[in-house]
């Protein structure tokens, strides 16, 4: 027997009830409930370790796999899915100069920012 790509179809609390009518309410404008952190790292950094660790963490916490689905009925859902793909964007900043360096990484922080997500395409987080 072939097992299901969804772990759990649950239903929304009504906090989350609140947040998907606003992340739908105006797909044009900000999502003003997402959130955006950054972390500076110096050193050496070993993308593939950082990305193991993300994938680790989607793997561990099933919330963090959720997207949001609507029944026939209406009802909106959460749907959990066993396996999803960490959206992982590395960008090597380094060979520009220091000026150049901080405009590019706002430049890139702001895209992200105002890239909203599919709700109903999991996960919605990305690294």
Known sequence: MKKSR???????????EGLLFHALYDGQ????Y????????DGSVDGDVLRSAAEALLRRHANLRAGFRYRRSGQPVQVIPREVV???RQVDLSGLPQADREA????????DRDHRFDMSRPPL???
């Open 104 to 111: 590019e990484l706002t430049r890139l922080l702001t895209e």
């Open 6 to 16: 969804v772990e759990e179809i649950l239903p929304l609390s009504p906090l989350q």
């Open 125 to 127: 987080v990305r690294f």
């Open 86 to 88: 960490v959206p992982w």
């Open 34 to 41: 997402t959130a955006q952190m950054s972390v500076d790292l």
């Open 29 to 32: 404008g900000p999502d003003v």
